[in-house]
Structures are given as C-alpha cells and as structure tokens.
C-alpha cells in the first residue's frame, strides 16, 4: 500500500467520524489527541509488530490499549465506544490492504496515563489469541480449579484437558507458537488428610510440542501446578486458579 493510500484512508476515516458525532467532536478535539492521530499509530503498530507466519501472512497484534492523558480522555468519553468501533474497522482494512492476519478479535481500550499531557498519547499492543473450549457456563462455575486463557476459563477436572491449535483439543488456541496437540494438564482426585473432603492434583505435561512450555519461567516438560501457577505455550500465558485452596502439589 503506498503513503498515498494510507493519507486517504484517514482522511476518509477522519470524514467518517465527523459525519457521526457532528460538529460537537470537531469542538472537542480541537487542541487534543486527534483520532486520525491514534488511526495512523495503531496502523504503524502493526507494521512494527508484523511476525512473518509464511511467505504470504503476517501476524500483527490485536489487543490494543490507548493510553492518554486525563483531560484528553475526559474529551473522548462521551465518544469512545463510536471511536473505537471506527478505529478498529480501519486497522482491519489496513490490514487487509497488507495481508496481515490477527490470532483474534481486535479491541481498542482507552486509558489514562498520569506522566501524559493533553495532546500526547501512547498505544501498547499484544497479539493475544482467540481461545474456545468445550465447557459449558454450568461446568465452570462448578469446577474447583480453573484454568485462564485470555479472559476465558476452563473447568479442570479429572481426566484432565489438551491445549493445542488443533480441532482435537479440549482448549483451541489459535496462536502459531502453539502445537496442533501441545500440552496436556492432567487432574488427578486425592482424598484430604482429614478423609472428610475430596482435593485434586494437577499437573501439566508437554506433548512432545514445537516451542516447549514455561512453569512459572521455567521451561520444563513435566511439572505439578497449583493456585496461580502460570504456564507459557507460544505466545499465550494461561493461569492455573483453584476456588478452593485444597490442591495437593
């Protein structure tokens, strides 16, 4: 895509919203961060960010958190949820234009920063994974230990779960730097000390993956987990939780 195309495709960006919140955006915006502004940083993000997966796709991040100053995001609020929806429609069109894929759903959030002053602004990026699974609303409000995945949890349960990319998983993460079948964490049932109640024991295995996994930083290929346990495949961190505080480790 040349400079060209890019100056045009803000310009009818910039047009796009004005035309939607009228003349009282173009007044609030006068002398703070313009949105056009933020437009052309989320589009230099990706470019910046762009991890070659093939000759023909990139992967650029999709999670986006616009960071602004007090008064620049008092300004916006009564606009953001309309700007958002407009800027990340014009990142998905940029990233058509370049080819470029997201591992999920594109979110723009905007907050404020104390060391920035009006007119200025920062963005941070990650290229965080879609996750989906198997389980129902009933299986994980019941479950006694849970897994997290990018805002999504996962009951885990005797036998166990797979985490991988592939269709076969129990939990399908959709980040290149996860193997098809990845890891496995199995949970194991194990009666208390006292006899009275039921604890599990949870351990994570890899599957003879790609990339390997991270324990709490430590990469290994066979590790017992526990409440807050973090566990890295790819790109993606996932947190073991455990709503009863009875695991045996």
Known sequence: ????????GLQKFEQRLEAMISSAFARAFRSAVQPVEI?????RECDNNAQILSRDRRMVPNDFHVELSQTD???????????SQELASQVQ????QQSYVFPGPIT?????????????????SRAQAKVTGNSSYTQVRRARALLEVNGTRHPLQ????????GTDADVRINDPGVSRRHLEFTVVPTSSPDGNSEDVRIEVRDLGSTNGILVNGQKTTHAAVGDGSEVKVGNTTMTVRVVEENIDV
């Open 1 to 8: 895509m040349t400079e060209g195309g890019d100056v045009g």
């Open 39 to 43: 437009a052309a940083a989320l589009q």
């Open 73 to 83: 995001l008092d300004r916006l609020a009564p606009y953001d949820s309309t700007i």
């Open 93 to 96: 069109l940029h990233a058509t």
């Open 108 to 124: 723009i959030a905007f907050e404020a920063a104390d060391d920035l002053t009006t007119g200025r602004f920062r963005i941070r």
């Open 158 to 165: 005797p036998p166990g779960l797979v985490i991988g990319r």
